[in-house]
């Protein structure tokens, strides 16, 4: 099994400029959920979902958007990135939400 | 005031301590978990607790319910053990992390 894999690792975009985050599992894990962690700040977490076709907003969703079409897929869209949007975004996932999670290893998001 | 707070932020140790970290929340949980996170980024999950006392290897937790509060223990310390351990609650459908702890043990 491959886990929770993200791409890319690294990106840089200009303000105003869009993207996806991409995020799959191989768990065949219903509970799929997008955090940004932030010196100073810890995880917080941005879009969750408990299964295909379901999402919810976390704490921080403004200017991210999330679909789930299939189990094992969980994009994140930056809409039009912000330099706010600088961050190290992880995905995450577990059979259910109470379970273990499984961190992806993360995507280094520069927007200047 | 955060939901969820720890203690120390940081902590050094001499190879071989026992070392602890606290973990306090302050809302209603149906899971806690324990989280490490090494300096290349990756997180790993340690533990998941609902109640008593989990161990694995060197690493135990525990956590009291009634005074929300949870502590990790990492006896026989070693230099790999140096990461940041991070708290995080969970409520519903969603995870509260705490600020972690950043850990050096020295050899």
């Known amino acids: 099994n491959a886990g929770v894999t993200q791409t890319p690792k690294f990106q840089v975009l200009k303000t105003g400029q869009s993207m996806t985050l991409q995020c799959a599992q191989d768990m065949n894990h219903e509970y799929m959920s997008w955090y940004r962690q932030d010196p100073g700040m810890g995880l917080r977490l941005i879009h969750y979902?408990?299964?295909?076709?379901?999402?919810d907003q976390g704490e921080v969703p403004n200017g991210y958007n999330v679909s789930r079409s299939t189990t094992e897929d969980f994009p994140l869209r930056l809409l039009s990135a912000a330099p706010s949007q600088t961050s190290v975004y992880f995905c995450?996932?577990?059979?259910?939400?109470?379970?273990?999670?499984?961190f992806g290893p993360g995507t280094r998001l520069t927007v200047l | 005031k955060n939901e969820v707070e720890q203690s120390p932020q940081n902590l050094t140790a001499q190879e071989g301590e026992f070392i602890t970290i606290n973990c306090s929340y302050s809302v209603g949980i149906s899971a806690l978990h324990w989280l490490q996170q090494h300096p290349g980024g990756g997180i790993v999950s340690l533990f998941m607790l609902s109640s008593g006392k989990k161990k694995h290897g060197r690493l135990i937790a525990t956590i009291n319910i009634q005074e929300k509060h949870s502590s990790l223990h990492i006896t026989a310390s070693h230099p790999r053990d140096s990461a940041v351990y991070i708290c995080a609650v969970q409520a519903g459908n969603k995870l509260t992390f705490g600020g972690g702890t950043r850990v050096l043990v020295k050899p």
């Open positions: 995450a996932s577990s059979s259910w939400q109470g379970d273990t999670q499984y």
């Open positions: 979902s408990v299964g295909a076709g379901i999402t």
